[in-house]
Structures are given as C-alpha cells and as structure tokens.
C-alpha cells in the first residue's frame, strides 16, 4: 500500500470585512445641525437631520446641512432614522429630505412633531414611521435597533447598528439620570448585553465636565422648594421641548396652590402634543393668559417661552412691558429653569435689565444652579457606558473641537482607540484596521431665508476681485467686556494662498479686544472686513472670506485661551 500523501500546510487568511463609511455633515466642530451618513456597499442610511441657529448672522437664520454633498458622493438615502426631537436633529428634515423621499423612523414624540412640520410645509406625512423605543428596522445593508435612553426630551433613542459584520452603537443625545420624570432610567443590562461593539459614535458636549449630571428629579424637588418660598406671581421660562421641566414646573405650582398658564406658541404646542401621547395625564388645567388678572397674585405661575433672550419670546414681552394680558409688578419673581447657550450671554442680560426695571426677584442659574440640569452626559457617565459596551473605537461627534478632544483623551485613557476627530465633510473608512479619513468634502453654508435654501454670500464678494475661498471658524466665549477667543481657529486654505497662522491670530485677538459688541451678529459685521483688510495686506492673492462664528461656554476659559 502506498504511503499516504502528506496533508499540505494551507495558511488560511481571514476573510476582510468590506468597510463601513461614515459621512458627518453636521454636528462635528459644533454643537447643532446633527446629521450623519452611514455607508455600507451601495447602501446608505442618513441619521438625524437638524439645524443650527446662526447666531453670528443678523436676522440669525436657520442653517442646515449642505445638499450638495449628496450630490458630490451620489448618496440618497434609504431611510431616515430620527434619535429624537430636538430641533437640532429633526430642524432640517422639511428641507433636505424632499430630496431623498425614504421612509423617516421616528418615535411617537418625534414623528409627532415631524408630522406638524410636514404640514405647515404642505408635505405629505405618509413617510414617517412610528418606531416605538426598543424596536427596530431595517434597510437592504443595515439593521437598526433603538435603546431608549434619557435625555432633555422624552422618547430619546441611541442607535445599535449592524451592517456586514459590524457593530456601531450612535448614542445620540443621552445622559444617566437615575431618576427621570418622564419614562424609565437607563436599562445597565440591555447596555452590557451589547458589549463588545466595534465603534462608538458618541455624544461629547460635556466630555470635557468632570463627574455626573444633576437628575430631573432633583430639579423637580428643587423647583418645588423655590417655588414654595415666592411671594406674588411667578413666572418661570424654560425650554418648550424639556417636557420633564416643563410637568415638574406645573406639578411644583399645584403643590404651592397656584393656578398655571402658559406663554408662547412653542410651549402650547408642545404641552399639547405631550397631552395627546398621555405624557401629561396629572398636568393641572390650565388658565387662560387673559383670565390671569382674576386671580389673587400668590396664585398665580406662568410657563413662558424665552430663556435665552430671544427678542420676541414671551419673557422678553415681559421684560418690555407689551404683553397684552400680563404685566410683572414688584415682587414677582422670574425663575430661569435653563442654562444659557453659549452666544446667548448678552442677550440675556439685556433681559435681565429690562425685568429689573420692574423690580421683579430673578432666579437663575447662577443664583440657583440646582434649578437645572443638562441632558448629556458628563465624564462619570461617559465612563460607565463604555465599561458597559467594551468598544474598541470612539469617534467623538456632538461638539466643538474643545468637546471631542476631551471625549477622545477619556476614552484613550481606557484603552479605547481614538485617533480620529471627525469635521463635516470628512468621508471615514472603517474596517478591521479601524477608523481613517478617506476624503474630504468641503462644506457650503446653506441658510434658510425667505422660505427657501439660499448659500450664504460673502460680505465683499461683490466689491472686490476675489482668488478662492478661505473658510475660517472661530470658538468664542462672552466675557463681561465682549469677546474672546478660544482654542485654535478652524481654517481651511486648500482654495485660497497660505497665510500665517500665528500671526493672524496675533492680530484676531487684537481685534477682539477692540471691538465692543452684544451679539455674535454684531461682532461678524465688524470683524469681517477688518479680516479682508488684514489678508489684503499679508497674502498675495485676497481670497472670498466664509467667516463662521461660534460661541462657548465661558467656563473653559482657564484651560482653553492659548
């Protein structure tokens, strides 16, 4: 019998996963505008659609992501899936998703409100589709499961994600708050069941705060207690879509003997759509603002829209003295159950001046800080997760520069590899080797004016002859003289003649102490054609300047000035 043939020494190779794109086209480099593509094969799935306010623009319209990307990468998307709904990630969705015609997932709260967008835009509501948290959907490459998590809105989902093989978990916006108003604290098991995930695509605008959130419910006792020491009438702003602040104040008012009415479009409309889905089933009747004069002061509390000092806000009607059916006397108090957006500082201290002429008593979040709490999580809880999920990647996304560095260090430190921090534009690749940039798509800034998507011009584009384009971003923070700069300026020169950086700078931050101004829109108008002048004098071709503003929290200060 002959000898048997030796058995070859064959090296199997394991197979390579295609790669996973991601495409971020807001909400990377700023808070605001969330929306981000998903890619795997032919397949795409776009996630959340939202819009920003441009605070440095006069009029501060409403900007949304750039349309022509999709173009450019011969992406439409096969579903549109919905986190939650704020308006920084639903804000865009009358605007770009005409375009695409897919199916909108969206849970209760969310597809609500899309579908009273949709028909003051005269859009057919056929397309979004109830999701109820903890189910989910598919499209042909991905299947997407929502994970009811808590955050500022009820109903707010983060994202398990699966596509060829890989494991994405997109938190959305999330924090852990033990002890919520409204629904149910965040489920630890249903997170550990996940573990381990490839990637993390997470939520960083309080990467860079140390320890926990405040629960709602201490807000809730909080508001109670202040509420109880008041003396006349109260008036407490808050943000309309805060639907857990917004049931905590009126449950705090039952509890004090006062009767509640409610000031401002945006806060009938929600507190309406809250009562539809049964989230307010104990919410006290409400009165009547023309009705409020009937009553005996110290039985009186309004909810107002207004917080962050918008001029035709109810509070700042208030604060003016031209509200038809209601006048703050001496001796009310205004309670600020929000945190200010950084931006916002200057307007709302000419609010504050304009309701201290009424000798009212002002309660805010510097007076009383437990009279709020953020809907994102700070690091303790940004720890937790990850102890929970084991991702191997982090791509930090939901912030500025000065957010997904703090949120990328953290996760270094344990030993999650993060050597990536995404901008709007930048097509990703990842596969087994992990996260790389592929391509760069520049970003035009489209603003929604007049009813229409319109680019945003430049100031001096008409008066002088221009070579290129040069995008420059600024971070900001208000100080009680004006203005100051924060970080490293985000610049894009690959369409214009270099500069020097440092001493541009040198020079911004001259300017700045210069210019005396209230608002982001004011210091655009000044400081945009002081920058022409500058680049006239110190490059060889002058560009067209695209001239971004953004503001911050004045609390990264000490460790952010260069």
Known sequence: MPDAMPTPKVQIRRRRRPPLRILPLGGCGEVGMNLTLYGYLDSWIAVDCGMLIRQDLDGNPLQVPDPQAFKACNITP??????????????????????????????PLAAEMLRTRFAEHGLATASIKVIEPGEACSSDAFNVRFLPVTHSIPESCALIMEAGGHRILHTGDWKIDPDPVIGAPVDEQLFRS?????????????????????????????????????????????????????????????????????????????????????????FPALVPASDLGYLPADEVLVIATGSQGEPRAALSRLAQGRHPHFELTTGDSVIFSAKAIPGNEHLIERLKRGLKRFEVNILDEFSHPQLHASGHPAQEELESLYHWVKPAHLLPVHGEPVHQTAHADLARGMGITANLLPSNGDMIHFDDSGLRLEQRFPQQVRLVQRNALSPVKSDTQARISRHGTLFIAITLAATTT?????????????????????????????????????????????????????????????????????????????????
């Open 482 to 562: 004006g203005w100051t700069r924060i970080g490293r300026l985000l610049l894009d020169t690959s369409e214009s003649s270099p500069l020097d950086e440092d001493s541009f700078c040198d020079w911004l931050d001259e300017q700045l102490d210069d210019i005396a101004t209230d608002t982001l829109a004011g210091l655009r108008r000044l400081l945009h054609p002081r920058i022409g002048s500058w680049l006239s004098d110190h490059v060889q071709h002058t560009p067209d300047i695209q001239l971004q503003l953004m503001a911050t929290e004045t609390e990264y200060l000490v460790d952010s000035v260069p």
């Open 194 to 282: 996940l573990a381990p995930v490839d990637l993390v695509v997470g939520d960083s605008t309080n990467a860079n705060i140390l320890g926990r959130s405040h629960s709602e419910r201490q807000v809730a006792r909080a508001l109670t207690e202040t509420i109880g020491k008041c003396s006349g009438r109260v008036v407490v702003s808050c943000f309309a879509s805060n639907l857990a602040r917004v049931l905590s104040i009126a449950r705090a008012a039952a509890s004090c003997n006062r009767r509640v009415s409610l000031l401002g479009r945006s806060m009938e409309r929600m507190v309406a759509i809250a009562r539809q889905l049964d989230y307010f089933d104990d």
């Open 78 to 107: 096969e579903a549109l899936i919905i986190t939650h709904g704020h308006e920084d990630h639903i804000g865009a969705v009358v605007w770009l998703w005409p375009n695409w015609g897919c199916p909108i997932y969206a849970t």
